[in-house]
């Protein structure tokens, strides 16, 4: 029988929060002409290669030395002052255009709850930023790995199974390949991709991953919102 989520759980940065836009208005602002010599396309690749190259710190800290390796590289100034406020910038990060108005549209339906690599303080932000819409949240704080190791999800679920809910009760709902869709859909959970680079080329700064078909595909958060004022959001069945 066809039946609904009760609990959407949400990747927050990339999904909910447009940290390319973000990382990138800072820089621009902070590094002026050297950062305007180059386009989106190459400092989003001279991010991803160096967050997934080095064993990282918890993020957003990581991003002060994320800067430093790639401010050679890219001609940026040597700057401890930039490198720190590129952290900082989290604060200023915009989500994107449908984000709060989906989300409190489909609080309204089920219990959401934030799963993101990021640091509590930093969600803390972030949250203010999208309406405060969350029931929970887990933070790599709590789970004490990031995404895609499968006890970050392990603690997600049990800490989900306190409130009386499994498995077959929760849509996982993410931007990213590397991160989410495909360690979540190997471990059963119903998927959607809220594919935020649909129409652009390559992962920009998100780490490139094997493609795994979803459950549900949208571009925008708005059509999963829209999908699920009709009813026609259901869990897949169980093999």
Known sequence: MAREPKVLTFDVVG???????????YLREACGPAAAA??????????RRTRGNAKPKRFPDDLERVYHEISGPLGLPQSDEIAKGFTQSIR?????PDSVDALKRLAKRYKLVAMTNAQRWSLDTMEKTLGSPFHDSVTVDD??????NPLYFA????????DGYNRPDILHVAQSQYHDIGVARQLGYTVCWIERRQGQKGFGGTLEAELTTP???FSTLAQLADLAETGGLVMKTED
């Open 38 to 47: 180059h386009d989106d396309d190459t400092i989003l690749a001279h991010y």
């Open 155 to 162: 603690f997600a679920r049990g800490r989900l199974s306190r």
């Open 92 to 96: 200023n990060w915009p989500a994107f």
């Open 215 to 217: 459950d549900y595909h």
């Open 143 to 148: 789970a004490l790995v990031e995404k895609p």
């Open 15 to 25: 999904t909910l929060i447009d940290f390319e836009k973000g990382m990138l208005d």
